[in-house]
């Protein structure tokens, strides 16, 4: 008894061999070409997320950009519209002033007419006033308190305001 029984322990080795030898054959190459292709297919994947990475980080870089240029024109835009309205504004005030100015020339003007026309008024009352009472000293021929006494009367007229001959 033989621990160790060398014809089987031969068949053993050249059954394993033969297995080797079959796997190496026919299993290993398509077991490698498998592998091969699953490491290739992996590197690709790393490739295109890399450049897809790259991608959006030069859209997101594009993007910002873009975003600037537009926060740029809407301040700019902003500056601007606060810019014409201010215009708009000091345009609206000067024209106020303008008119407000004419409007007050032309109100000083009419009134200076309307005083004018009060002063001819006046003095066509004062005239009649000074006609009437002159009439009315020639008519009664009086005495000199008697032309004094009318010409204070006249007088006191005219202050009060009355207007018009003989009334």
């Not at 992996?42 to 997320?49: H, M, N, S, T, W």
């Amino acid at each position: 008894m033989n621990i160790l029984d060398l014809r089987q322990f031969g068949t053993q080795i050249i059954g394993f061999l033969l297995v080797v030898w079959l796997l190496g054959r026919y299993a290993w190459p398509q077991v490698l070409g498998f592998l091969d292709a699953r490491r290739q297919r992996i590197a690709a994947d790393l490739k295109q997320a890399a450049a897809e990475r790259e991608d959006a980080a030069k859209l997101r870089d594009e993007l910002e950009k873009e975003l600037r240029a537009i926060e740029t024109r809407a301040r700019a835009r902003i500056q601007e519209a606060v810019a014409e309205g201010q215009r708009v504004a000091g345009d609206l005030k000067a024209s106020t002033q303008r008119e407000v100015t004419e409007r007050l020339q032309r109100l000083s003007v009419e009134l200076e007419q309307e005083r004018e026309k009060a002063m001819v008024v006046l003095k066509e009352d004062v005239i009649g006033l000074a006609i009437g009472a002159a009439e009315k000293v020639v008519r009664e021929k009086l005495d000199e308190k008697s032309s004094r006494r009318l010409v204070e009367d006249f007088i006191a007229r005219v202050a009060a305001g009355e207007g018009g001959a003989g009334r």
